[in-house]
């Protein structure tokens, strides 16, 4: 089953030639879920000949520019362009002011539905939901109210072993039972595991976006064991005072915050426009976590079937 | 003495990966005056080499998207890289709330003053002036309130012929009124013309800016005899009937009308994207005005001191 991250742009505030700001896309089985959305997102989605239409719901992290001023860009052209399906956006309450302000102001009536879900919480708290999927958002510390988001998948129904069915004599209600992943109890007080029954599991899926936000706990908590983590890093730790000041992370601590969580890869972003090379922000980050990656444009990051390996493709090539 | 048009984009309201939107950089006597600001055109001025800190004062034409969606994240960039000079925005009414909503959701509280002055107007109307510039907005035909914007050079001093001094026997004060074009009456009934006085006046020159409208008289009176004229030549005439019910303009009115205005050089753009060739669009403009051409990102347009000349330059290349 389809779980990819398209990185768009992962640029921090201050803008450069050399970067798009924040915006990601998740395809999980092929549902396109957009995550943050600075200017000029609809020209990056253009640009990877991703179909804009396809994008029924869209997360945003916070109300800093640089994670939203693409969207009423986004959302007028998908008007322009005809929809005329809902839309949900998981945001801050703020924005629907801040739309519904500049729809007014050039007299455009939307096509279609948009739904605000107020994406703050100060817990995790479950934002989707369907057959195979779960989208939770969860609490960072940063300079305003800021969202991270998980994307797991639901566990899938166990597979039994023939062997088995015919070991136990399992009648169909109790197979059932097991695909659900239930111990069966029989009146004659035996107890079937349904583990014992049940073979080559694949590994659940995960995806946790966190950006932008001081080192905190309620990351670690809610990126514990994920396939793959997106954190920022805006500054080398040799910034460790200037990180702290404006609710950043170092290199360092995301290196760490990666580690402690024990996910399976780790990909950092949202970089000072300082950095010309970043690679002094990925050596540093790998000193504690091996298995980590920088960012870029056009970067798309598959995780496979097999237990928590990722593999990363360049869509520029 | 500079004057300067420079086009940063100039694609009509749906989004294409081969035109940024609305945007133009007037660079007159040194002084920068951005107009109008599609998403995007933060990372134009950067990608030309503009400083953008010397833009000090920032004209909209009307409140659809593809004309201000980029003003937000320039002045917030501005605000980031730390800008404390004023800043005039002359625009229609709505855009302050626009901008206060989102600045407000963001906690910014910007280190520059914003300056807010309605552009909205039934009849030409002086909203800029300085020593030897006058910029005048005047209203169009558009679907939302729309403004055209003409920037016109104040007449400089006159010349005065040193044989004529000589002749007339000019004192200091007679001299002034000559050079500030006034003619000379003395006590004794004699009237000197300044005109007969001075010698080699160069050209005013002058540009305006008309974009999005339908064809109309606002625009023929107030771009009369421009050196340049920037009008938007939305379809081709082939497609009248969706120009008229959109309030856009043909290529073939937008031909009409700079031959009417009897202007100097004519540039259309706002193309809409369905014309991947624009040819056909300048084709029919040249039919009714010889001096026509087509806008691209990054031309740059120089009013020469000769008469009505205008010399266009590649910022590319």
Chains 1, 2 share one sequence.
């Not at 990877?48 to 520019?65: A, N, T, V």
């Not at 111990?183 to 932008?212: M, P």
């Amino acid at each position: 089953m389809t779980f990819e991250v398209q990185i768009l742009g992962y640029g921090a505030a201050a803008p450069t030639l050399r970067h798009m700001p924040t915006s990601q896309l998740v395809n999980v089985h092929d549902k396109m879920f957009l995550v943050d959305c600075g200017e000029g997102t609809q020209v990056q989605i253009r640009k990877y000949r991703i179909k804009f239409q396809k994008i029924d719901h869209i997360f945003i992290s916070h109300l800093h520019g640089d994670h939203f001023f693409g969207l009423i860009g986004l959302l007028s052209s998908m008007h322009l362009l005809g929809r005329t399906k809902d839309l949900t956006l998981f945001a801050p309450k703020g924005l629907q002011k801040i739309l519904e302000t500049q729809f007014e102001a050039s007299e455009t009536r939307l096509k279609f539905q948009l739904i605000y879900i107020d994406s703050k919480t100060n817990q995790r708290k479950l934002l989707f939901e369907d057959k195979t999927l779960e989208i939770y958002g969860f609490p960072m510390k940063h300079r305003i109210p800021t969202t991270g988001f998980l994307f797991i998948e639901k566990p899938r129904k166990a597979k039994i072993r023939k062997s088995f069915i015919k070991a136990y004599n399992l009648c169909i209600e109790e197979m059932v039972q097991i695909k659900n992943r239930k111990d069966v109890h029989r009146s004659n007080g035996d107890v079937i595991s349904w583990e014992e029954c049940t073979f080559d599991l694949e590994q659940i899926k995960s995806y946790a976006y966190c950006s932008d936000t001081a080192p905190c706990e309620s990351v670690r908590e809610n990126a514990k064991g994920v396939s793959l983590l997106y954190h920022e890093a805006t500054f080398h730790s040799s910034l460790k005072d200037r990180a702290k000041s404006t609710f950043h992370t170092t290199s360092e601590d995301a290196g760490k915050i990666a580690q402690e969580a024990e996910v399976g890869k780790l990909v950092i972003g949202h970089f000072s426009s300082r950095y010309i090379d970043e690679n002094i922000l990925l050596n540093e980050a790998r000193t504690y976590f091996d298995q980590t990656e920088l960012a870029f444009e056009g970067m798309k990051l598959v995780i496979t079937d097999k237990a928590n390996a990722v593999r990363s493709e360049d869509m520029n090539t």
